[in-house]
């Protein structure tokens, strides 16, 4: 068996337990270094005072699990991690029975800014108002209502 670590903010934990560590994008982010996925995450989730890593494992040789082209070797080593391991990718879903909850760890994010976190805030507000005007237009136009 391979160990592998997915790394993410903490405050997803509670919706991974319920429904597993979704595919995002081409699959599954994962390494099988806990560090390396740790620093990965810390580095590109700033605004984030805690992350978690959380650790499943899959058969030698699993055709679900591939090798990641998302870490480059410049940014490997800016994080003082191995090229190995660095990067993987599953292409399903990781269902909450294969995650080894008793060894789930809390991190602190090393690359935590205060001006990252409220920047990130920002953003997600954004992204809420963007949604709640576009899911008005759209209801405008299932009423048959004009601008």
């Known amino acids: 068996m ?37 620093r990965w995450i810390c580095f590109s989730r700033m605004g984030c005072k805690e992350i978690i890593t959380i650790p499943f494992d899959r058969p030698q040789g699993d055709k679900r699990m591939s090798y990641g ?49 409220i920047a990130m805030l920002k953003m997600v507000k954004n992204n809420q108002d963007l949604l709640m005007k576009a899911g008005a237009e759209e209801m405008k136009k299932e009423v048959g209502e004009d601008d």
């Open 69 to 117: 082209q998302d870490h480059s070797p410049i940014l490997t080593k800016l994080l003082g991690v191995d090229e190995e391991g660095a990067s993987f990718i599953s292409s399903e879903t990781i269902p909450p029975k294969d995650i080894d909850i008793d060894n789930i760890m809390v991190w602190q994010n090393t690359f935590y800014t205060k001006e990252a976190e």
């Open 2 to 38: 391979t160990r592998y670590y997915h790394a993410t903010p903490k405050e997803n934990l509670e919706s991974i337990l319920r429904h597993g560590i979704q595919v995002k994008f081409e699959g599954v982010y994962c390494s099988t270094n806990e560090k390396t996925a740790a």
